[in-house]
């Protein structure tokens, strides 16, 4: 089959020829962008520290993911639909692609495109192996067979065609033509997007589509090794372009356009430590992603003046084939290794910000159920359980990072990645910029969920008070007896890596009905607080970590007076709880970032009841506390 290429090839559209049609006989209507999400298997050659997986779906809809706030609780989201580990090619493509590709027979277009870090599945999903084939050959395959069903008598006539391209560097280039220079991007005025130049390829046949497609993904794959893997840095995208004529008078033509498309990683680059060309590559990536959120996000709040299209190829490109009337499907692949965490995490939230709950993930400082005050089983209080283990084991790890960046904390606080909190919490802010209409609703939600943690708190209470007149009637020790109430479900909860010495952990579900949770389950974040069997309570007379050097270090606490000093602590516990960012600000080694975990801490844990739960707040080791009460004490005495 000859290809036909250029300006006049059937790429090329004029108005009276294809036009675009809206769906329902005209009717405007707009359809938001799909959004599933696909966790690959775990590896575990990509897991050298066997921590186990870091994220898991719930259900077909719902997903978990540890907390990099906190690694007891797990932070939860909603999709259109979760593709589990075990899920198959062929269950993907039936339950998120086939269903919209009989539109483009009908002159719409439609989008498929896979989204997520490198070593995700992008390429697995999108074109898989001969033994599991990926959303594209299924999807050429199916439109063929959608045309070959379509009855005769209906009077059209259908033709298929293929173009093939990478956007690399912001430059659009030809895979079917290697060599060719960059495409320019234009619009009709009847809003179909073109590409002057780029091969357009006639296909009769999935073999025909084949015999093409396969020696042109091996040009990106080729120009990848050449260029230091560039196909891992470009967007490849896949135009399947159906053209149906009608046979008689007045011979309509109408075309539909199928995009299916791998994008780039989203890795971060920084982290990569990406320099020169790479750079510059990253650059570009980064600019098409970025747009494409704003793109995607600005659709589906529906509250956008003007959509971003024009601010990247990548979105130009997909302008008509994204958002209007268009079927868009963005399918987020995702890995469960730690060492994918932040990317992770990152794709999960530019998923959930194309999704209509947009922030709801984010809202869950001022939302998140609140560590109740509950009864421990006796295990748990023998070993003088405070909840507070996971700090130390925190503690112990961020030390550990900072002598060889090895802990499995390392991924959140490693030295060698500074910024990585910034960006967390810059990627927070990010999220929560959304539409008034976002806003208001989820004030909104905010207002209600306040409400409900009011009522639990009460119903906790309730219950409690009953459970200790049921104690007393029957003469019982009420730390004997099980938890009141029990969730059978087993948190997800980081293994201890091999590189860490294993504390004997055992997790036990706070004992919150699980019916208690129910009203908030809508919400994107349900905390899941876990009691931790551990050796010695926080109120315990603790051993310096640091050693001789630490108890030459509280020395100073012995030589002042004790009302002084009590007064002195009271003050400053009573800045932790009532004062403002500037006041917080204004203590001692309490920055920016600092006030705003501790306001947060505050938000979902209520009070510090006393000065040493500061070591709760995220980031504040034991010996950073240490330094913290010296220098505020001292200066409050004006020492
Ligand atoms: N669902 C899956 N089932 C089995 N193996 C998978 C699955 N998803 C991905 N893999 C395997 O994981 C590895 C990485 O996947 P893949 O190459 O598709 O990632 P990618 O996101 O396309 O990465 P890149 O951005 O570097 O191209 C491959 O060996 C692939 O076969």
């Not at 405070?386 to 790890?397: A, F, M």
């Not at 208001?440 to 007149?469: G, P, T």
Request: aromatic share 6%; net charge positive; glycine share 6%.
């Amino acid at each position: 089959m000859p290809c036909i290429k250029g300006y006049t090839s059937l790429f090329f559209e004029s108005s009276n020829m294809a036009q675009r049609v809206a769906p329902d006989g005209g009717n405007k209507k707009t359809s938001r962008v799909r959004v599933a999400v696909r966790l690959r298997p775990y590896m575990s050659k990509q897991d050298k520290k066997d921590e186990g997986p870091c994220v898991r779906g719930l259900d077909s809809q719902n997903l978990e993911i540890i907390n990099w706030r906190n690694a007891t609780e797990t932070v939860k989201y909603h999709f259109d639909v979760f593709h589990g580990e075990q899920t198959t090619q062929q269950e993907v493509f039936l339950s998120s692609v086939k269903p919209i590709l009989p539109h483009i027979l009908n002159g719409q277009n439609a989008s498929v495109f896979a989204y997520g870090p490198t070593g995700a599945g992008k390429t697995h999903t999108m074109l898989g192996t001969s033994e599991q084939p990926g959303v594209i050959p299924r999807a050429v395959r199916e439109v063929f067979n959608l045309v070959k069903a379509k009855d005769e008598d209906e009077g059209w006539d259908y033709s298929i065609g293929m173009s093939y391209l990478e956007i690399y560097n912001e430059k659009v280039l030809d895979l079917l033509s290697p060599g060719s220079q960059d495409l320019p991007i234009r619009e009709d005025k009847d809003k179909n997007i073109l590409i002057p130049g780029l091969t357009h390829t006639p296909i009769s046949s999935f073999s025909e589509f084949d015999k093409h497609f396969v020696p042109a993904s091996l040009n990106r794959t080729t120009a990848s090794t050449k260029l230091n893997q560039r196909s891992s840095r470009s967007h490849a995208i896949l135009l399947i372009k159906v053209v149906r004529t009608q046979r008689a008078f007045p011979h309509r033509q109408q075309t539909g356009k199928l995009y299916l498309v791998d994008l780039a990683g989203s890795e971060d680059n920084r982290r990569t430590g990406n320099q020169g060309i790479r750079l510059k590559e990253s650059g570009a990536i980064n600019l098409s992603l970025f747009t494409l959120s704003k793109v995607v996000d600005s659709l589906n709040s529906g509250t956008a003046v003007r959509v971003p299209y024009r601010d990247s190829k990548l979105t130009r490109l997909l302008q008509d084939s994204l958002g209007g009337s268009a079927h868009s499907v963005m399918i987020t692949n995702i890995a469960p290794e730690y060492k994918y965490y932040f990317d992770t995490f990152s794709a999960l939230n530019f998923a959930a910000k194309s999704k209509l709950i947009v922030n709801k993930p984010f809202i869950r400082e001022t939302v998140a159920v609140p560590v109740l005050p509950v009864k421990r089983s006796r295990e748990d209080h023998e070993a003088g359980g405070s909840g507070t283990e996971p700090h130390k084991k925190r503690q112990k790890e961020e030390k550990k990072t900072e002598q060889d960046g090895s802990s499995p904390s390392a991924f959140f606080h490693s030295p060698s990645e500074p910024s990585v909190m910034d960006r967390l919490i810059a990627l927070e802010k990010l999220m929560m910029s959304c539409q008034d209409k976002d806003r208001i609703n989820m004030l909104k939600d905010v207002a209600q969920s306040r409400k409900e943690i009011q009522e639990l708190k009460e119903k906790q209470r309730e219950f409690e008070s009953k459970a200790r007149l049921f104690n007393r009637l029957a003469g019982e020790k009420s730390t004997d007896k099980e938890p009141v109430f029990k969730n059978n479900t087993v948190p997800l909860q980081r293994k201890q890596s091999n590189a860490t010495k294993p504390i004997k952990q055992q997790a036990v579900v706070q004992p919150l009905q699980v019916s208690q949770l129910q009203p908030l389950q809508q919400l994107a974040v349900v905390k899941q607080s876990v009691c931790v069997k551990k050796k010695k309570k926080l109120s315990d007379p603790v051993e310096p970590p640091g050693g001789k050097e630490n108890i030459l270090e509280n020395a100073w606490e012995s030589q002042l007076n004790t009302s002084v000093l009590e007064q002195s602590r009271h003050k400053i516990l009573q800045i932790l709880n009532t004062g403002t960012l500037k006041e917080l600000k204004g203590l001692q080694q309490i920055g920016d970032k600092k006030a705003k975990l501790i306001l947060g801490w505050r938000e979902i844990h209520g009070h510090f009841t006393k000065l040493e739960d500061l070591v709760k707040v995220e980031g504040m080791t034991e010996k950073r506390f240490s330094s913290f009460m010296k220098a505020n004490i001292l200066s409050a005495m004006g020492k």
